[in-house]
T-cell receptor
Framework: GAGVSQTPSNKVTEKGKYVELRCDPISGHTALYWYRQSLGQGPEFLIYFQGTGAADDSGLPNDRFFAVRPEGSVSTLKIQRTERGDSAMYLC???????????FGQGTRLTVV | AQSVTQLGSHVSVSEGALVLLRCNYSSSVPPYLFWYVQYPNQGLQLLLKYTSAATLVKGINGFEAEFKKSETSFHLTKPSAHMSDAAEYFCAVSYYGNNRLAFGKGNLVVVI
């Protein structure tokens, strides 16, 4: 499998709980992005990593959301004290250095009940 | 700020008929433009992209799009719709030096 891999594919959690969503990008891709897609909407940017550092985290909605990429490959999106409004499809994408083309994973559908 | 407008959330097209999905963008600098397709319960797949080369861009599955700077548009077309084209289509914009994509709301294409 050479594509972007996201796990789990589905996650149901109770309001107030903590969740982690994982993204495994295409090998060698230096850029990694997280997007959130609500029902009937286009994806909305959350955060962008170039290597290990977050180059742009301006899309994170509040301080309950945090993402890491400690070794410049796998990334984890962490959501604390989940709320029902966090329910959405969370998409991860990666790009090779120097290109504008993003390759998307199949997403994690998060449902907060 | 960059943004994308896609009008008409649902588009019905007869099999064999022309598919036309409209996309208009606003960007303060020359844009990079993309069309993505999303099949049910799947991630986004790139159909085609414009990155300041030829203004008429050909993509996968018989789709093409034309960049028109004077109209700030990047409409997607396919001459003859097939049942397998039923999916949601998203237009997106970014620009050099800023890798984040700004997406439109999408068009859900139904082939009848």
């Amino acid at each position: 499998g050479a594509g972007v891999s996201q796990t789990p594919s589905n996650k149901v959690t109770e309001k107030g709980k903590y969740v982690e969503l994982r993204c495994d990008p295409i090998s060698g891709h230096t850029a990694l992005y997280w997007y959130r897609q609500s029902l009937g909407q286009g994806p909305e940017f959350l955060i962008y990593f170039q290597g290990t550092g977050a180059a742009d985290d301006s899309g994170l909605p509040n301080d309950r959301f945090f993402a890491v990429r400690p070794e410049g490959s796998v990334s984890t999106l962490k959501i604390q004290r989940t709320e029902r409004g966090d329910s959405a499809m969370y998409l991860c994408a990666s790009s090779p250095r120097g290109t504008s083309e993003a390759f998307f994973g199949q997403g994690t559908r998060l449902t907060v009940v | 700020a960059q943004s994308v407008t896609q009008l008409g959330s649902h588009v019905s097209v007869s099999e064999g008929a022309l598919v036309l999905l409209r996309c208009n963008y606003s960007s303060s600098v020359p844009p990079y433009l993309f069309w993505y397709v999303q099949y049910p319960n799947q991630g986004l797949q790139l159909l085609l992209k414009y990155t300041s080369a030829a203004t008429l861009v050909k993509g996968i599955n018989g789709f093409e799009a034309e960049f028109k700077k004077s109209e700030t548009s990047f409409h997607l077309t396919k001459p003859s719709a097939h049942m397998s084209d039923a999916a949601e289509y998203f237009c997106a914009v970014s620009y050099y030096g800023n890798n984040r994509l700004a997406f439109g709301k999408g068009n859900l294409v139904v082939v009848i």
